[in-house]
């Protein structure tokens, strides 16, 4: 009898451990797959932990999110954690981070962390991040893999290329120059002109190459945490991914919406999560 009773307090402690986050989000709540990750290539729905085990054995995943989506970043808190239990992470890259900041990544490693206030400034944490989504995963990322690594280029690399833009990679498909395109038009509301387009273009064809480069050089297991756009398959960091190299499998965090699913051209996985409030930014740019 006392032996039943442990097995069944082992496994109620097991379920809620396996637990997901409290959902931060309200849009979506009622969706039957909440919390749930659809297969691409299977067409089929799996549960987190399922994923879990299916990147364990991977020597890189690419984590996809929408910046301002607080469930997603629980998520990938989550996703560390679990991983971590069943084999440990070696490398966790982040495109919120620059390559300047490398040093002081490196000088915070293995020390007593300070406040979060005092962390920023000594990682001379840029703004446009915001500290209160992304503080538990730097210091996840400072306090257990072996390495927490910058994969976004410097701002002034990234100025140089706005002046000077190289051309685009023969590895984009039209479809996919064309998808880059629109994207970044849109994102601008509109208000791009052609100069300005090529430039952004080519900036953000640097940024995923930087990424590609960065993950496949980083001791493994290796994650790169990073925006939805650069961690698709056709458009972003993947194409330029070195051949001779195992290719990274990609999760994407999306929020509940009425779009069509991906398919395993854009991503593996998709983890669908609540959304958030769509913001008009260009009701806003209009306004200022």
Do not use: F
Not at 50 to 61: G, I, K, Q, W
Not at 234 to 245: E, K
């Amino acid at each position: 009898m006392k032996s039943m009773l442990l097995l069944v307090l082992l496994l109620s402690l097991s379920a809620c451990s396996a637990s997901l986050p409290p959902w931060q989000g309200s849009e979506g709540l009622a969706d039957p797959h909440l919390g749930q990750v659809w297969v691409t290539a299977e067409q089929r729905w799996i549960t987190p932990q399922a994923l879990v085990e299916r990147l364990a054995s991977a020597p890189y995943v690419v984590v996809g999110e929408q910046h301002d989506n607080p469930d997603h970043h629980a998520l990938q808190l989550w996703l560390l954690q679990r991983l971590q239990a069943v084999r440990p992470q070696q490398s966790l890259l982040l495109e919120m981070l620059q390559p300047a900041q490398q040093a002081r990544v490196a000088a915070l490693k293995d020390t007593s962390l300070p406040g979060d206030a005092e962390l920023q400034q000594q990682l001379d944490w840029q703004p446009g991040w915001d500290w209160a989504m992304y503080g538990p995963l730097v210091r996840w990322g400072l306090d257990v893999p072996a390495q927490l690594q910058a994969a976004n280029l410097d701002r002034d690399t990234m100025m140089a290329l706005y002046r000077r833009p190289p051309p685009l990679s023969a590895r984009y498909s039209a479809e996919a120059r064309n998808q880059l395109a629109d994207i970044i038009e849109a994102s601008h509301c509109g208000r791009i002109k052609d100069q300005q387009l090529t430039a952004m273009l080519a900036i953000q064809q640097a940024r995923d190459q930087a990424m590609a480069a960065a993950l496949a050089n980083a001791p493994t297991p290796a994650l790169l945490l990073t925006g939805n756009y650069h961690a698709r398959r056709d458009l972003g960091m993947p194409v330029h991914w070195p051949q001779a190299s195992v290719a990274p499998v990609i999760v994407q965090l999306q929020g509940v919406s009425a779009g069509t699913l991906p398919g395993p051209q854009q991503t593996d996985y998709l983890w669908l999560t609540p959304a958030t409030p769509e913001r008009d930014y260009c009701a806003d740019w209009e306004s200022d």
